[in-house]
């Protein structure tokens, strides 16, 4: 006989080893039982019955650019779209604020910004970039969950690319710091070359931009990270691979022994080159959109398992800056951290992907790849952060239900299954029907040094 602060009666539950009717109920915040009929007394009772329960979505990737470029996409408005899409947790990307979160001053900076604006609870990576090592360590006292290095330039001035050298010893001191560093993989001598080659040409239109970073680009950067990590005994993750292949090489390097994971995003899953080029710049981004084929061999990586998580790599641009002739010159970044789990429900299933599995990929994997204690289970004793999705709802999406800071999406009007009804962080509805109802106090969290780094085989 239980004593609940919300008893959530009657959802179709769904966890990564089970989807079935259960209820919840919840004490403090956190999730006190779960099971069939659930005895006791609760402050609040909600009635779930027709719903999915979900475990709130962990988008382990993230850019909300404060301080310091807001106005691209901030922590107020790109939580409440995270909210929105069932988010509640994420993790931030160093850049594009600015500062970039490079070292302790500018990781307090971040969390200071975040305090009073983040609708959602929030973790950060850190930056890898050239200079001063002993960065990391203040960066890992501070509660980094890791370090992000870029193998190619960023597009932004304050955050240079990784060298190899820079990759090496920062892999050194992650290992140490028992952190994993992530990688956007992608050949800086190969792309930079061929961007080049198309400019001097005057090849500059959309198609001329994915014909610069073609797919060997994205292999050749992989095998030198997992070179690196190799030999540093460092924990590596490769953000956002766009292709079947890439997760091959990742999986290959796994099953020798090798702690490597990957992620992928919602666009490459969704969409293909020829949406790209039907779409425009809203569709731009690197690695980029992949030719039909590559998406589908994609998608059996993730059904057969051998994708770790799915991240949106949420990074929206003011929408001036995705405008204009030259596809090379316009900001590359999808808008894409509200329909991250929509977009599992609707191509996952009729690929064969499991409900079970969609619990996986959007929460309980990141959270135990990156060792978010009490985050991405409905387990008792987890952090009561639920997601209620109506999953008769197929939908085209709108850009009036965005909530980031430019309504913005290559997905608007492409019909999106699930309806995400309800997203409640720590036992608190934050949004309801699609409207924030709560203020924000999203929390910071921090990695659980006791829980293993290693990557599952
Ligand atoms: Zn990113």
């Not at 005895?39 to 988008?59: K, Q």
């Not at 959602?120 to 890992?140: I, K, Q, S, T």
């Not at 030719?291 to 001036?320: C, I, K, M, Q």
């Not at 996952?348 to 204690?373: D, I, K």
Request: aromatic share 4%; net charge negative.
């Amino acid at each position: 006989m239980g004593r609940f602060d919300l008893l959530v009666r009657g959802g179709t539950v769904v966890t990564p080893a089970a989807v079935e009717v259960a209820d919840i109920g919840v004490l403090d915040g956190v999730v006190a039982a779960v099971g069939p009929d659930l005895a006791g007394s609760a402050r609040e009772t909600l009635d779930a019955s027709g719903l999915h329960v979900f475990p709130g979505v962990v988008d382990a990737h993230v850019h909300c650019n404060d301080p310091g470029r807001a106005d691209w996409e901030g922590l107020a408005h790109g939580t409440r779209a995270l909210a929105a899409g069932g988010a509640t947790t994420f993790v931030d990307m160093p850049l594009n604020a600015s500062p970039p979160t490079l070292d302790g001053a500018s990781f307090d900076l971040k969390l200071a910004a975040a305090k009073g604006s983040a609708s959602v609870d929030f973790a950060l990576w850190g930056g890898l970039v050239p200079g001063d090592v002993d960065r990391l360590d203040e960066l890992a006292e501070r509660g980094v969950v890791g370090f992000k290095a870029f193998m190619c330039p960023t597009g932004i001035d304050d955050f240079e690319m990784a060298d190899d050298e820079t990759l090496l010893a920062g892999m050194a001191r992650a290992a140490r710091l028992r952190l994993p560093v992530a990688v956007h993989a992608e050949s800086a001598e190969l792309t930079t070359r061929l961007a080049a080659q198309a400019l001097r040409e005057g090849r500059t239109t959309l198609r001329d931009y994915l014909a610069s970073r073609p797919v060997v680009a994205e292999l050749q950067a992989i095998e030198r990270a997992v070179v690196m990590a190799e030999l540093t005994g460092c924990s590596l993750h490769v953000v956002h691979v766009s292709t079947g292949t890439a997760v091959h090489l990742v999986a290959a390097a796994r099953a020798r022994g090798v702690d490597v994971t990957c992620e992928t995003c919602p666009h490459y899953l969704a969409l293909d080159e020829e949406d790209a080029v039907e779409l425009g710049l809203v569709a731009k981004c690197s690695p980029p959109l992949r030719p039909r084929h590559h998406v589908e061999d994609l998608w059996r990586t993730v059904v057969a398992g051998e994708v770790a998580l799915v991240a949106s790599d949420h990074s929206p641009g003011p929408p001036e800056l995705k405008q204009g002739d030259d596809a090379f010159a316009a900001w590359g970044g999808i808008a894409g951290c509200q329909t991250l789990l929509r977009v599992l429900l609707t191509e996952g299933p009729p690929r064969g992907l499991p409900l079970e599995a969609v619990a996986a990929l959007s929460a309980a994997a990141p959270a135990r790849r990156f060792r978010l204690a009490g985050k991405g289970s409905l387990a008792p004793g987890a952090d009561a952060d639920l997601t209620l999705v109506d999953m008769g709802i197929e939908a085209a999406l709108g850009s009036g239900e965005l909530l980031s800071r430019h309504r913005q999406s290559p997905l608007v009007g492409r019909p999106l299954r699930g309806r995400v009804g309800r997203t409640i962080l720590r036992g608190s509805t934050v949004c309801l029907g699609g409207d924030m109802v709560a203020s924000p106090g999203g929390r910071l969290v921090r990695p659980d040094p006791g829980l293993s780094t290693e990557a599952r085989s």
